[in-house]
Nanobody
């Protein structure tokens, strides 16, 4: 079982920044895809960033240039740096992972949630205007 646990959510003013963290044990593998998703109330879950063991980053247009995914394998941490936050970024954010590369399962940074076997419980991000 792969551990996934998010932290770092909170409330921030529009235009501000937050960094989410995800503690994960997937980095013991050298073949994985790991991603951040978000879900607004009443809406479908959407992918906002993904990175795999080859280091290739993926972002949808909605967050490109504002969000950055990164990983610290030595600390077993995945990060999502979010800048210039907008009220529409308000959502529950989840980290998820799967063995195998992201290729073929992600359109831009929006990955198929069904590909990911391991999920955290989420952390809430609220952006107030």
């Amino acid at each position: 079982q792969v551990q996934m646990e998010e932290s770092g959510g909170g409330s921030v003013q529009a235009g501000g920044s937050l960094r989410l963290s995800c503690t994960t044990s997937i980095f013991t593998s050298n073949n994985y895809c790991i991603a951040w998703f978000r879900q607004r109330p009443g809406e479908e879950r959407e992918g906002v960033a993904a990175i795999d063991s080859d280091g290739k980053e993926r972002y949808p247009d909605s967050v490109k240039g504002r969000f950055t995914i990164s990983q610290d394998n030595a600390k077993n941490l995945l990060y999502l740096e979010m800048n210039n936050l907008k009220p529409e970024d308000t959502a529950m954010y989840y980290c998820a992972s799967s063995y195998g590369l992201c290729s073929g399962h992600c359109r831009g940074g929006d990955c198929a949630g069904s590909y990911f076997s391991y999920w955290g419980r989420g952390t809430q991000v609220t952006v107030v205007s």
